[in-house]
């Protein structure tokens, strides 16, 4: 405004000398003419400047102070979002927050910016508000936050903690696939230790704490299916009710009452593990006894140590809520069960190939040699179901002490049928 204040009447002084020049020099009524119409059009043109650089001014003042006041509304509206959050997902007090948060709105709402589910502005109020009074509004929200910020950053650590006690709960009450969950959660809340108190800042690291423990109830939701499955194939039991607890958890998971579905699946492991502990003992038994038979029949060290590994497996299976592991070590029993008994048998089949070739007398070798479709008992025992690991064992050892002793005669018969040959 000041370079207006000058520009004006300089450019009056410009024009009244010119308009001299040219009356004293050619003595023309043109300069008179050309000071009376400029004067005035110059008296115009500033009264029109100092308007719109007035009206700019107060225009600029008006939107610096609506995007002060917005920006402010905008924060209040983002806090309180998250402190709901806090208490509606995560059962986190923050009503003394909220409470004086208040304090606010209701400095918003003289300013001329009402916040209730949105933000509307009054500009007429907006008008007669000065910088001061959006500056005591800023202070005012800052000091409410930095005091209650950090209230409410013990009282997320707490229930952080309370996660992790919920987590090793459920693992001591029989889910041990979590424990990877479990470090990762122990981990974050160390990193917590040294989080920046800001209400966004803690809103996300409880996302993150929150995903964790969702993760995990998932993980013991698939292991409990997988145990039911389990029950009801093993242990030949009604688990219907078990199914329907399923069901509840999937349900709350799904609503986000994670306290429920800590509590039903706890329930259920106990029940499982009371349900599967005879089906557990007795498959463990019939596995290790299976491995017995395999190993002794093993025609290499290569397939002794195979059996060995599965054997050390199956040892370490050691309460009933291992079972679905258990059985993946009796499935992988019996495939090496088949395959080392096809070996043996295909072994048998070279031997007596070579004895046919020496063409020995009824005298040295007094028995039928084995056909291919000896094969066939292979095929029986890929036909027996694997839960019905008793029946695959009885059959198996029947097959396999057979093979066994026809390999050892077999092989007797060829060194003798061969040396009599070298005599």
């Known amino acids: 405004m000041r370079g207006y204040r000058i520009l004006i009447p300089l450019a009056f002084g410009a024009l009244i000398a010119l308009g001299f020049f040219i009356l004293f020099n050619?003595?023309?009524?043109?300069?008179?003419?050309?000071?009376?119409?400029?004067?005035?059009?110059?008296?115009?043109?500033?009264?029109?400047?100092?308007?719109?650089?007035?009206?700019?001014?107060?225009?600029?003042?008006?939107?610096?102070?609506?995007?002060?006041?917005?920006?402010?509304?905008?924060?209040?509206?983002?806090?309180?979002?998250?402190?709901?959050?806090?208490?509606?997902?995560?059962?986190?007090?923050?009503?003394?927050?909220?409470?004086?948060?208040?304090?606010?709105?209701?400095?918003?709402?003289?300013?001329?910016?009402?916040?209730?589910?949105?933000?509307?502005?009054?500009?007429?109020?907006?008008?007669?508000?000065?910088?001061a009074d959006v500056e005591w509004i800023d202070k005012l929200f800052g000091g409410i936050k930095e005091r209650h910020e950090v209230v409410l950053y013990s009282r997320m650590m707490d229930k952080c903690r309370d996660y992790l006690d919920s987590l090793k709960e459920l693992e001591s009450a029989g889910y041990e696939n979590i424990q990877s969950q479990i470090e990762q959660m122990e981990s974050k809340i160390r990193a917590g230790e040294s989080l920046d108190v800001d209400s966004l800042e803690l809103s996300m690291f409880m996302n993150e704490v929150a995903s964790i423990r969702d993760e995990t109830l998932r993980i013991c939701l698939r292991d409990a299916s997988g145990l039911e499955g389990e029950g009801g194939e093993m242990a030949n039991a009604d688990t219907s009710k078990i199914r329907t607890d399923i069901k509840i958890v999937e349900h709350s998971i799904e609503h986000g009452n994670y306290e429920n579905a800590s509590k039903v699946l706890k329930s259920m492991i106990a029940r499982l593990i009371a349900l599967l502990k005879d089906a557990f003992e007795r498959y463990k038994e019939a596995t290790l006894e299976l491995t017995t038979v395999v190993g002794e029949l093993a025609p290499d060290e290569e397939a002794k140590k195979e059996v060995e590994d599965i054997r050390k497996g199956i040892v370490e299976c050691t309460v009933p809520s291992q079972i679905v592991t258990l059985r993946g070590y009796g499935d992988a029993l019996l495939s090496t069960s088949i395959t080392t008994l096809g070996t043996v048998y295909t072994r048998i089949f070279e031997i007596e190939e070579e004895i046919v070739k020496e063409n020995p007398s009824?005298?040295?070798?007094?028995?039928?040699?084995?056909?291919?479709?000896?094969?066939?008992?292979?095929?029986?025992?890929?036909?027996?179901?694997?839960?019905?690991?008793?029946?695959?064992?009885q059959s198996y050892r029947r097959f396999a002490s057979d093979a066994h002793s026809r390999l050892i005669y077999d092989s007797e018969r060829l060194k003798t049928i061969k040396g009599r040959q070298s005599n």
């Open 26 to 131: 050619t003595g023309s009524d043109l300069a008179i003419t050309i000071i009376l119409l400029f004067i005035p059009a110059m008296i115009g043109v500033s009264f029109l400047v100092r308007y719109l650089v007035t009206v700019r001014k107060r225009s600029i003042k008006e939107r610096v102070m609506e995007r002060d006041v917005m920006r402010i509304a905008n924060r209040y509206v983002e806090e309180m979002r998250i402190l709901h959050d806090f208490e509606d997902k995560y059962v986190i007090s923050a009503k003394e927050f909220r409470k004086e948060l208040r304090k606010v709105k209701e400095g918003l709402f003289e300013l001329g910016c009402e916040v209730n589910g949105r933000i509307k502005l009054e500009r007429a109020k907006l008008r007669k508000v000065v910088f």
């Open 362 to 393: 009824t005298e040295v070798y007094p028995v039928e040699y084995w056909g291919r479709d000896k094969m066939v008992e292979v095929e029986e025992l890929k036909s027996i179901s694997a839960s019905d690991i008793t029946r695959f064992i």
